[in-house]
């Protein structure tokens, strides 16, 4: 495929820079936000600063801790929306359900009640307006769930994990991939480029909803608030490339140019090719 990206998982085991891993080419991160119904990664909020500043697509994932109680999944699901808010993931990103033997994740009930568990987080996630995939080790996603059922509900969603040697792999070998129906993304290794992270290849566009085209009525007049009642407040331009520009003060009106999709969001042309505002900022006054 012509579209194979790079993506890093990070959790709090890493660092909060992302320089490193945007350095050797990952253009994305799939961030660690929870696990079960009692963790949440402390470094997160600075993981995808930093992978935002350096124009990297951000993802999460969700530690399972559910096994195959469909309850205890559902529970899960919300807990984890509920700091997928908090992190700002935007909804056109995927949330990967983690489903994998651990001491607080029993991977051996049936496969039927497995299947179900994880098709009930998924499905708690889904209905928010994510994209859902589920990421295992290639014996598990073959073995202990019906990895046929979960890509028929959800296209090619999985998100395997199978190393060719353990150790440093900085480029991976097809002559070694897991293959299995349904497959989004490849986990290759877990020491990418000696950086002691999870190196991950896609196999899919995870990120095609981007290039739609932006919508046709252009507004007259955008008004940028107050934001939270702080006078002072700023917003930050982009360029339509994406990258950051200056900032523009609140409580100040605007003729709109043109509109387009930058790194995800409605952004309004306020002025050059590097005055872009995010619309999420602004109301339209005509």
Known sequence: MANREYLVDVSAYQGTSMAQYHSRGATGIIVKGTEGQW???PLAVKQIASAHYHHMWVHMYHFANFGHSVHQAKLEARACLAEAKHLNINKKRYIFCD??????NYIQGSRLANTKAVLAFMKVCHGAGYHVGLYSGASALR???DASTIVKKYGACLWVASYATMGRIDTPSFAYFPSMNGVAMWQFTDNWHGLNVDGNITLIDLHA????????EIPKIVYVPIINNNPNYHVRLLDSKGHYQKYIATNTRWKVWSVKI?????????GTDTQWVPAKFTKIIK
């Open 262 to 270: 930058i790194n995800g969001m409605k952004c309004y042309k306020i």
């Open 143 to 145: 073995n202990n769930v």
């Open 99 to 104: 489903w994998e033997a651990s001491a607080q």
């Open 39 to 41: 963790y949440r990664n």
């Open 209 to 216: 909803e981007n290039k739609a085209k932006p919508a046709k």
